[in-house]
């Protein structure tokens, strides 16, 4: 127990293969220590056993990035978001379930691999809805060959995950569709990339800026504006122009301050006449 307290904690930046030999050496811990360990992180919150359980777990989280592979991500950050969820496991686990913390951590670990994997496989996300991703993880390596599905694979399939038929044609046709590159080649000058239509010049950074320093400037002046008016002529200017459902009538406030209709008008006249006045000045 002590040798895993006191070993330094791996680090991905450098090379892979050393973290792997590294984190291969940590001793496993019995089930009393994991229990004694877990237990001092729920009553004392002890930063030092939680180290010890994670540590002691980091080769399963190797261990399960090396199913991912086959997506192209790099082996480093599929283990770096399963250390992320080991953590999260670690601070979940209840020593009192009577359950070893790897088959606990085993979820947590799988589900941040996951996100990640589909956030970064593809800059179109490919798989949205929970039949998606169950398709996304599981088609490929249920797939017999690379050609197209028949009829009777796609049913088989479908009544394995328990998803609809036309799902798995559906993730079929996405695994099989092509990313286009977002510029052209340096060869290939004629060539109509998307980001050849597919720039906005208003949402250029320098304009956005400058958008959004003109609304803060004209937010702060019409404050200003109506904090220079009176009670009921304030009432009466963001009841009349400021509601964004419903705004009220002349009629409307003329019950409200038991006036005139007309006396409503000219209170709103004088208003706005000071409004853009000050407006103006800013």
Do not use: C
């Not at 904090?227 to 002349?250: C, F, G, M, N, Q």
């Not at 006396?263 to 853009?276: C, D, G, H, P, T």
């Amino acid at each position: 127990m002590n040798q895993v307290m006191t070993l330094p904690v791996p680090s991905l930046v450098g090379s892979l293969e050393t973290y792997i030999a590294t984190v291969n050496r940590f001793p496993l811990l019995s089930e009393e220590e994991e229990l004694r360990l877990a237990r001092k992180l729920r009553d004392e919150n002890d930063i030092d056993a939680a180290r010890a359980l994670v540590v002691s777990h980091l080769r399963v989280v190797v261990a399960i990035a090396r199913g991912y592979l086959g997506y192209g991500l790099p082996h480093a950050d599929l283990i770096q978001e399963g250390n992320i969820g080991l953590m999260k496991a670690v601070k979940r686990f209840d020593p009192e379930r009577n359950v070893r913390l790897v088959s606990f951590a085993i979820h947590w670990i799988k589900a941040e691999m996951h996100e990640f994997v589909l956030k970064n496989w593809r800059l179109v996300k490919i798989a949205t809805t929970k039949a998606q991703r169950k398709l996304f993880f599981n088609l490929r390596s249920m797939k017999k060959d690379l050609g197209p599905l028949s009829q009777d694979a796609v049913d088989d399939m479908a009544r394995q995950l328990r998803v609809k038929p036309e799902e798995v044609r559906e993730m079929e046709m996405r695994f099989a569709g092509q990313d286009v590159a977002l510029e052209a080649g340096d060869d290939d000058e004629d060539s109509f990339a998307p980001i050849a239509y597919l720039t906005d010049v208003d949402n250029e950074p320098s304009k956005v800026l400058e958008s959004a320093e003109n609304e803060r400037v004209g937010s702060e002046g019409l404050r200003a504006a109506l904090d220079s008016l009176d009670d009921r002529s304030r009432r009466i200017i963001e009841a009349r122009w400021l509601r964004e459902k419903d705004p009220a009538t002349l009629h409307d406030l003329a019950a409200e301050f038991k006036v005139s209709a007309e006396r409503i008008r000219q209170v709103e006249v004088k208003a706005m006449q000071k409004m853009k006045g000050l407006l103006a000045a800013t």
